[in-house]
């Protein structure tokens, strides 16, 4: 017998199970039938595929037994099976990534933590918020040894060589005291129905005579007539695929005929995958041929920017041991995928039609990843810019595209935006000053992602948009003010040469002294954020320094013509400025020093 320490973050994980998460309890049943079927999935495959699987004769099925008496429950499948390595790899240790993010995700609150759990592939765990002592015994097809992996969630596994008369899984649960109610007859059935009453396959309960009963439908139930199936039916599924405790925000079921026949059962859900942002995200969507499952890994099934989609995709035309180079480039996957991101969109733009707070909801979880469609999907860009929702400055909501060019006063003959980080920041920024005396709305792009996806709109329903802080052509000063304040620009341009690119005089502030914009060649503070977070060195550009020649301040520097008060007016208005764009200082101490000898002055 082999002793192994598991690995530090499954520790942490079973801490989690044993003494936080009991408020869901039952969902163990869940994520071990769960897993059951993963393997006799895989099996499924191989059996259709591989020669040397063809003549395996055990039905693929799943056994829940249990003893009162002696406090066990068992839970057995006829799959793929384990050897002792794949052991180590499965349970001992957890290869995903995320882990340590799915750690620090859990909020300390039982019933919002306990939904993590099979969303990052951890669910067998979950075995020891019943169990005191956990012993699986597996065996793969083909192979004659069998192995027995035991823990009692302590910080050590056991693992040795085993009997087992048939290929398989069979996981045994000693129950707690406290896990009593599990090893009832009626209480499985209640949870199996609530949960896995769709799983492909039967899963079947030994009654007192040692019988076997099915108790699940076992029916694929995307390929079911929606006429046959409840809202209650679509939502246990949901579950079942997702691992979500939560109802989905809706679903989509397709059965397409005619040329191409498939199946398609998708759901939009109401919270945002834990790791919807993460660059190993775990694909939502699973493919089936002909009811056999053929993998859950393909990430070209449905384009990145719908990664948040769960469901299923069961196409009748393709070839059952079709591999993943053949997926990426199959006219029949591109066909089914090209109609079914449509729908997805279509759909969505129901719900933002007839429930906008449903809508709402739905875009605060998952608008970020939505956003990168616009410069990812070229061919349904219009479709998905009108699912766009984005904060004004006239408004304490949301506002549409469409809305925004509804709105539009007479004559005004661009969308106007601001780009930027901080909401609250941009609501007072100094570049707004103009278009709020004109009372028009400006667009507010805070989100990281609108710095990369907005530059590429060029244009909503034939209107053009435009960023105000590139505004040049409105903000310029007549010739007289320039030769009037050519003393002033000259003075600051001299002691700021080091921090600026150029200094100007604009006509587009209306109370603030000054504004920093940047050069349209070079990135702006959302862009440098945005590339600094992609790992890439990026030099920050000077700013350009615009500044307001009928703001008090610059009428009484010209009227006061003292020097050394001009380079201190330079540098706090230049940090001011920087300040309002949400740009650090370069010297703090240096700002304050300079500040209190102008307020010195000025008592």
Avoid: C
Wanted: glycine share 4%; aromatic share 8%.
């Amino acid at each position: 017998m082999a002793k192994h320490e598991f690995q530090t973050e499954v520790n942490q994980l079973l801490n989690l199970m044993i003494h936080s998460l009991y408020s869901n309890k039952e969902i163990f049943l869940r994520e071990l039938i769960s897993n059951a079927s993963d393997a006799l999935d895989k099996l499924e495959y191989l059996k259709l595929t591989d020669e040397k699987y063809k003549e395996l004769d055990q039905p693929s099925k799943i056994v829940i037994s249990f003893d009162k008496e002696k406090k066990r429950m068992t839970i057995s499948d006829t799959g793929i099976g384990m050897n002792d390595e794949e052991m180590v790899e499965n349970i001992g240790t957890i290869a995903k990534s995320g882990t340590k993010h799915f750690v620090e995700s859990l909020t300390g609150d039982a019933k919002k933590d306990s939904h993590l759990i099979g969303q990052f592939g951890v669910g067998f765990y979950s075995s020891f918020m019943v169990a005191d002592r956990v012993e699986v015994v597996s065996r793969k097809p083909l192979e004659e040894k069998a192995y027995r992996w035991i823990s009692d969630g302590n910080g050590e596994y056991e693992i040795e060589e085993a009997e087992k008369e048939n290929y398989g899984t069979d996981i045994t649960l000693h129950m707690r005291e406290d896990a009593e109610e599990f090893l009832d007859a009626w209480r499985i059935k209640q949870i199996v129905e609530k949960y896995s009453n769709h799983i492909p396959f039967p899963i079947y309960l030994v009654n007192e005579e040692g019988k076997e009963e099915q108790i699940n439908k076992a029916s694929a139930l995307w390929r079911l007539p929606k006429n046959e199936l409840s809202d209650e039916d679509y939502k246990e599924f949901y579950k079942q695929i997702s691992h979500d405790n939560e109802d989905p925000l809706l679903w989509i079921h397709t059965r397409a005929e005619g040329t191409l026949e498939y199946y398609t059962l998708f759901y939009i859900p109401k919270k945002a995958p834990i790791d919807l942002f993460r660059v190993d995200y775990q694909p939502g969507v699973k493919l089936y041929v002909k009811r056999v499952f053929i993998t859950d890994e393909e990430r070209e099934l449905l384009p990145t920017y719908l990664r948040f989609v769960r469901g299923i995709i069961d196409a009748e035309d393709l070839p059952l041991n079709v591999s993943r180079e053949i997926l990426q480039e199959n006219i029949i996957l591109s066909t089914i995928k090209k109609a079914s991101v449509k729908k997805i969109l279509r759909e969505l733009k129901n719900l933002l039609e007839k429930d906008r707070e449903a809508y709402e909801g739905f875009f605060k979880e998952m608008g970020k990843a939505l956003k990168e469609g616009i410069y990812s999907d070229f061919e349904n860009k219009d479709a998905i810019l009108d699912l766009m929702l984005f904060k004004s400055s006239k408004r304490d909501g949301y506002v549409t595209l469409k809305e925004y060019k509804d709105a539009m006063k007479e004559g005004q003959e661009k969308i106007y935006y601001l780009m930027g980080e901080d909401e609250n920041l941009m609501r007072h920024s100094p570049l707004l000053e103009k278009y709020k005396e004109e009372d028009i709305e400006v667009l507010l792009f805070d989100d990281e992602v609108d710095a990369i996806v907005m530059p590429t709109v060029t244009e909503y329903d034939g209107v053009q948009l435009e960023n105000i802080a590139n505004v040049e052509e409105e903000s310029e000063v007549s010739e007289e003010v320039k030769e009037k304040f050519a003393p002033i620009v000259a003075a600051m341009k001299a002691e700021l040469k080091e921090s600026v690119k150029d200094i100007r005089l604009t006509a587009r502030l209306k109370e603030s002294p000054a504004v920093v914009v940047f050069d349209k060649n070079d990135p702006d503070v959302a862009m440098q954020q945005i590339l600094r977070q992609m790992g890439q060195e990026v030099p920050t550009p000077k700013p350009i320094l615009e500044i307001n020649p009928n703001h008090d301040i610059f009428k009484k520097l010209l009227a006061k013509n003292d020097e050394t008060v001009t380079r201190d007016i330079a540098h706090v208005v230049l940090d001011e400025a920087k300040m309002a764009a949400g740009l650090d200082l370069d010297d703090i101490a240096d700002f304050n020093s300079r500040l209190n000898r102008l307020i010195a002055q000025a008592i």
